[in-house]
């Protein structure tokens, strides 16, 4: 299956999990990730916009906004000015998803291990493999922080042209929102990666090769995410949800066509 249609299949997979997590009677098991994940958005809110507002009036001095005469040089300034909103938004809602990603693996990746037992047909939960969980957290530690910093470094190069470059300072932000969604959908796809006890390498060769779907579900949870309450609470739960069920159906579409042709 090509990037397209398993980023359409990333998005889809969204209501297929709501209704999923509702027929298995799942809602409690997402009622703790659902807290966890309320009580980080709180936490970094509050710190967020306790400068946001000191901030903005800083730069304001600093750009002499309010000296600019032009037309042009009056929407620039304000498009500058959005911008670094937007980018301060953006290292808000970067600095909730690593702690929610990070904080909050244990939690995902238990849920995760009940939906994929309950897709496969098991009523009964089987064990979770807690021997492979722990080696696999520790292996990825160093992962994590790669990818992060990779990130980090793209959406830096990002920020950077928009401020050297004015007029780019719109588009900014939707590419920004493209490289978040797929950073966030890499790390929901490896819950599955660490159910399957896959090593580091073999988690690595899942996202390589479900590169639309992390970037669909990625894009699914920011979605969801501007969702008042509801995505904060109910969002992570179905991100997982989301990637392990895109998994497993974009597997067996691969292995249908394979075998057909």
Same mark, same amino acid.
């Given at each position: 299956m090509?990037?397209?249609k398993?980023a359409?299949?990333?998005?889809?997979m969204?209501?297929? +999990?709501?209704r999923?997590?509702g027929q298995?009677?799942?809602?409690?098991?997402a009622?703790?990730?659902?807290l966890?994940?309320l009580?980080?958005f709180?936490a970094?809110? *509050?710190?967020a916009?306790s400068f946001?507002?000191?901030?903005?009036a800083?730069l304001?001095?600093?750009?002499n906004?309010q000296?600019?005469?032009?037309t042009l040089?009056?929407?620039?300034?304000?498009?500058?000015?959005?911008? #670094?909103?937007?980018?301060?938004?953006?290292?808000?809602?970067i600095?909730?998803k690593v702690?929610m990603?990070n904080?909050?693996a244990?939690?995902l *990746?238990?849920?995760?291990t009940?939906?994929i037992?309950?897709l496969?047909?098991k009523?009964?939960e089987?064990? #979770?493999?807690? +021997?492979v969980?722990?080696? @696999?957290?520790?292996?990825?530690?160093w992962?994590?922080?790669?990818i992060?910093?990779? @990130?980090l470094?793209i959406?830096?190069i990002i +920020?950077?042209?928009?401020?050297?470059i004015?007029?780019l300072a719109?588009?900014a932000?939707f590419i920004?929102?493209?490289v @978040?969604?797929y950073?966030?959908g890499i790390?929901?796809?490896d819950?599955t990666s660490a159910?399957r006890?896959y090593?580091?390498?073999?988690?690595r060769?899942?996202?390589?090769k479900? !590169?639309?779907l992390?970037?669909g579900?990625?894009l699914g949870?920011?979605? #969801?995410f501007?969702i008042?309450?509801?995505?904060?609470?109910?969002?992570? $739960?179905l991100?997982?949800?989301s990637?392990s069920l895109g998994?497993?159906?974009?597997e !067996?579409k691969?292995?249908?066509?394979?075998?057909? $042709?």
């Open positions: 090509n990037v397209y398993q359409i299949t990333g998005l889809k969204y209501p297929k +999990s709501y999923f997590i298995h009677h799942l809602w409690p098991n009622l703790l990730p659902g966890v994940s009580a980080l709180i970094m809110a *509050y710190t916009f946001s507002d000191d901030l903005t800083w304001i001095e600093k750009t906004y000296e600019a005469e032009t040089s009056i929407l620039l300034a304000k498009a500058v000015l959005w911008f #670094i909103r937007f980018v301060m938004l953006v290292f808000f809602f600095s909730y702690l990603l904080l909050m244990p939690l *990746y238990i849920f995760s009940v939906v037992n309950r496969s047909g009523k009964n089987a064990p #979770i493999q807690w +021997s969980f722990a080696r @696999e957290l520790f292996k990825g530690i992962d994590a922080l790669r992060l910093v990779k @990130e470094f959406i830096g +920020s950077l042209l928009a401020l050297l004015p007029i719109p588009l932000p920004i929102l493209a @978040e969604s950073f966030i790390s929901m796809v819950h159910y006890g090593t580091v390498a073999e988690g060769a899942l996202r390589k479900m !590169k639309g992390s970037f579900v990625g949870f920011a979605l #969801i501007l008042p309450l509801f995505g904060v609470i109910v969002g992570p $739960s991100a997982v949800t990637a998994v497993i159906e974009i !067996k691969d292995a249908v066509n394979k075998h057909a $042709s």
